[in-house]
Nanobody, 122 residues
C-alpha cells in the first residue's frame, strides 16, 4: 500500500508561481509512474502531468505545457510540480497519484493523495 501526501498549495496571484510536492511511503517508489491531476469545482478530475519510473519521460496536458514542470527524486520518494505563469483557470484541488502503468488516465492510477488547494487570483 502506497501513501501519498501533498503539500505546497495556497493562494497566488496570476502570473506567479507555486511548487507542489508529494511525499510517498509504503512502496517501491521508483516502480511507479507519478502523476498530478486537478479538479475544479463542478468539473471532472483532469490530468495535469506525469513522470514515469526513472524520470526519462514526462507527459503534460496541453493547458499546462510550457508553464508546469514535473520532476521526481527517487532517493527521497518525492515528486514535485513547479507551476509558473499561473492563471485563474489553474484554480483547483491538485492530487498526486501513483500508477504501475505509464499512463495519463485517472482510472489507471492505483493510489491517490488527499489533495491540496491551489487558488489563483486575477
Amino acid at each position: 500500500q502506497v501513501q501519498l501526501v501533498e503539500s505546497g498549495g495556497g493562494l497566488e496571484q496570476a502570473g506567479g508561481s507555486l511548487r507542489l510536492s508529494c511525499a510517498a511511503s509504503g512502496g517501491t517508489f521508483s516502480r511507479y509512474t507519478m502523476g498530478w491531476f486537478r479538479q475544479a469545482p463542478g468539473k471532472e478530475r483532469e490530468f495535469v502531468a506525469a513522470i514515469i519510473w526513472f524520470g526519462v519521460k514526462t507527459y503534460y496536458a496541453d493547458s499546462v505545457k510550457g508553464r508546469f514542470t514535473i520532476s521526481r527524486d527517487n532517493a527521497k520518494n518525492t515528486v514535485s510540480l513547479q507551476m509558473n505563469s499561473l492563471k485563474p483557470e489553474d484554480t483547483a484541488v491538485y492530487y498526486c497519484a501513483a500508477a504501475t502503468l505509464a499512463t495519463r488516465l485517472a482510472h489507471e492510477y492505483d493510489y491517490w493523495g488527499q489533495g491540496t488547494q491551489v487558488t489563483v487570483s486575477s
